[in-house]
C-alpha cells in the first residue's frame, strides 16, 4: 500500500471517529501540535522514521512528550498506529488530518507574503478581504520574505496575486532585453 493511500485510510478512520465524539477541532489542535512539536525537533522526526527503534521504545517516547498535552482519543490513536508498527506514518496521517479537517469544513488556505512583518490588525483586515472574495472560511498564513522588497503576493489554492516590487522588476528587466 502506498504512504499517501495508508496515511489517507488511518487520517479518514480518526476523522471520522473524533467527528462521532464531536472532537474534530480538539484531534486537530493536536495534529496541528504534532507537526510543530516535528518541526522544531529534527530529533524527533528521525527517531519516529528509524526501524532500528522498537516501536515500545517510540511509544513511550510520545507518551513523554505528548500524554499531558493531547487529548485521550489523539494519544489513545498514536498507541494504536505505534504498535501496530506505523510509527513512520505519523507525520504523514498527521498532515493528512489537518488536509481532511479543512476539507470538511470548507477552509481555504491562503499564502500572503510580504517584505515586513504585517501587524495583527492589517493581517486581519487581510483576512477578510480574502475570505469575502472566496465567500468561505480561510486560515490566512503570513509570511516574511525581504527578497519580495515591497508588495505582497497572495495564493489561495491554484490562484496567485503577485504584486512584489521583486516580480515588477523582474518583469520590467525581461520587457528591456
Same mark, same amino acid.
Given at each position: 500500500?502506498?504512504?499517501?493511500?495508508?496515511?489517507?485510510?488511518?487520517?479518514?478512520?480518526?476523522?471520522?471517529?473524533?467527528?462521532?465524539?464531536?472532537?474534530?477541532?480538539?484531534?486537530?489542535?493536536?495534529?496541528?501540535?504534532?507537526?510543530?512539536?516535528? &518541526?522544531?525537533?529534527?530529533?524527533?522526526?528521525?527517531?519516529?522514521?528509524?526501524?532500528?527503534?522498537?516501536?515500545?521504545?517510540?511509544?513511550?517516547?510520545?507518551?513523554?512528550?505528548?500524554? &499531558?498535552?493531547?487529548?485521550?482519543?489523539?494519544?489513545?490513536?498514536?498507541?494504536?498506529?505505534?504498535?501496530?508498527?506505523? &510509527?513512520?506514518?505519523?507525520?504523514?496521517?498527521?498532515?493528512?488530518?489537518?488536509?481532511?479537517?479543512?476539507?470538511?469544513?470548507?477552509?481555504?488556505?491562503?499564502?500572503?507574503?510580504?517584505?515586513?512583518?504585517?501587524?495583527?490588525?492589517?493581517?486581519?483586515?487581510?483576512?477578510?478581504?480574502?475570505?469575502?472574495?472566496?465567500?468561505?472560511?480561510?486560515?490566512?498564513?503570513?509570511?516574511?520574505?525581504?527578497?519580495?522588497?515591497?508588495?505582497?503576493?497572495?495564493?489561495?489554492? &491554484?490562484?496567485?496575486?503577485?504584486?512584489?516590487?521583486?516580480?515588477?522588476?523582474?518583469?520590467?528587466?525581461?520587457?528591456?532585453?
Amino acid at each position: 500500500m502506498s504512504d499517501f493511500k495508508l496515511s489517507y485510510r488511518y487520517a479518514k478512520s480518526i476523522l471520522d471517529l473524533a467527528e462521532s465524539r464531536q472532537e474534530l477541532e480538539v484531534v486537530y489542535d493536536d495534529m496541528e501540535l504534532f507537526l510543530a512539536f516535528l &518541526d522544531q525537533s529534527k530529533e524527533l522526526s528521525g527517531l519516529l522514521r528509524k526501524p532500528i527503534v522498537k516501536p515500545s521504545q517510540k511509544l513511550k517516547i510520545l507518551e513523554a512528550l505528548f500524554a &499531558d498535552k493531547i487529548s485521550k482519543i489523539s494519544m489513545e490513536f498514536f498507541r494504536l498506529i505505534t504498535r501496530k508498527g506505523r &510509527d513512520y506514518f505519523l507525520e504523514g496521517i498527521a498532515k493528512e488530518y489537518i488536509r481532511q479537517y479543512k476539507k470538511h469544513k470548507g477552509i481555504v488556505d491562503a499564502h500572503l507574503t510580504t517584505a515586513i512583518k504585517l501587524d495583527q490588525e492589517l493581517t486581519n483586515s487581510v483576512a477578510e478581504m480574502v475570505k469575502r472574495s472566496i465567500q468561505g472560511d480561510i486560515k490566512l498564513i503570513s509570511k516574511q520574505d525581504e527578497e519580495v522588497i515591497g508588495g505582497f503576493a497572495l495564493r489561495i489554492g &491554484d490562484r496567485q496575486i503577485d504584486e512584489t516590487i521583486k516580480t515588477k522588476l523582474s518583469r520590467l528587466k525581461r520587457g528591456l532585453s
